[in-house]
């Protein structure tokens, strides 16, 4: 019996709370918009009939926030007393805030998010320096000397409809980013006055970064705080981007370090990998951009009176690349018509798939600058697409022994047949 008091004490402390929430107890009213408040909220009670017949408003924006859904109400931010029914309630006796002007709002945001101790209650991975680091970006310096027109916390993270920045509906969701950066750097009226362009948003939608993010919802592929940073954004400059870039592109930023182009990249102030492939509106690579032909982006620096060996190499690069490619794609066509005759060719093809990824790495090794090294991989890739049209070839010679067999064994049984025909006509006759 002694074992069972707890679990009846659990029982009659149950029982106890749901009478006290039935009576309107100790526990807060829940508003018809679902919004998180107190028993009495002026702040809601006002602002809801304000915000009747509108499409903005706290009240119709704050019910998914992150602050309220963490049991914050109206006052953890702008103070006061929502207790209170009427406009005593907004004194700044009573620790009343408002509406905070532009350039207070990273501390005014910064007097929770830069609490280790406070925000430890909420969750513990949230970092505790995005206003120190704020105030080191462009969009600090400049509100700081005065600016009010760059962005603050609640140009990309909204005011009363903060979300996670992995909820699809966040603004600041790797999705919806480009949009929320572009409402001021694509708006050449917040623009002027400025030195960057605006067209920068226009440029990455069409980019091939820009299309897996946007078109194909690759959540992977980069968005603008990738390469520019979120709280301390800073235009990459020419002797950081080559390391931007070799965040993702790992491989190709090493070989790129130990190639030729390296020092002299440095020496005329280039960058790097902006200079051949460009950074907003970067178009998928293809092996027509190496090579010394028309449209190769190695004739932007290199000529054939130079002094340099650059247009060989890349002319050496190019055929390369191309030789495997269309060796591969005219071996795999072979393939699929033995394949469609019903000869088994699998392992052809398996052959050809580790072909494509020689050819991948020699792509990659264009950035060493080296034709050597571009050649020992298509050179391998060459060897199993020459593999692949042995049996490809040996497929096509075992279908023509066999239909030239099925022929002959169909003429040797029609003339059976004829002549089984004749003999029983004349035995019917005889």
Sequence with gaps: MAKQLPLVARWLSSCLMILLAAAGGTHADQPASGLPALRENSCVDCHRDLDAGETKGP???????????????????????????????????????????????????????????????????????????????????????????????????????????????????????????????????????????????????????????????????????????????????????????????????????????????????????????????????????????????????????DGTAGLTTAAAMHKALVELKERQAAAEADLHEVEVKGMLVTDAFFDLADARQQLIKARTQVHAFDADLVLAETSAGIELVVKAEKIAAHAREQYRFRRNGLGLSTLVLTVVVVLLAVKIRRIERG
């Design 59 to 305: 009240t119709l924006s704050i019910e998914h926030d992150i602050h309220a859904t963490k049991g914050l109400g109206c006052q953890a931010c702008h103070g006061g007393d929502p207790t209170i029914p009427d406009e005593e309630a907004m004194d700044p006796a009573r620790g009343f805030i408002g509406r905070p002007a532009p350039a207070e709002i990273p501390d005014f945001c910064g007097r929770c998010h830069s609490d280790p101790a406070y925000m430890r209650s909420f969750n513990p991975g949230i970092p505790v320096d995005q206003v120190q680091k704020y105030w080191t970006s462009h969009h600090g310096e400049r509100l700081a000397a005065g600016n009010v027109k760059v962005a603050t916390c609640v140009s990309c993270h909204a005011v009363h409809d903060i979300r996670p920045a992995d909820d699809r509906r966040s603004s600041v969701h790797p999705i919806n980013l480009p949009e929320t950066c572009g409402a001021c750097h694509a708006d050449p009226a917040v623009m002027a006055g400025s030195s960057l362009p605006t067209n920068q948003l226009e440029l990455f939608r069409e980019s091939v970064h820009g299309r897996a993010l946007l078109e194909k919802g690759e959540i992977g592929s980069p968005s603008c705080n990738d390469c520019h940073g979120n709280h301390a954004a800073m235009p990459p400059d020419v002797s950081r981007l080559s390391r931007v870039c070799g965040l993702c592109h790992v491989q190709n930023l090493a070989l790129f370090q130990e190639s030729v182009h390296a020092d002299a990249f440095a020496e005329n102030d280039l960058p790097e990998c902006e200079a051949c492939h460009g950074n907003h509106g970067i178009k998928p690579t293809s092996d027509d951009q190496v090579g010394d032909q028309e449209g190769a982006v190695c004739l932007d620096c290199h000529s054939p009176d």
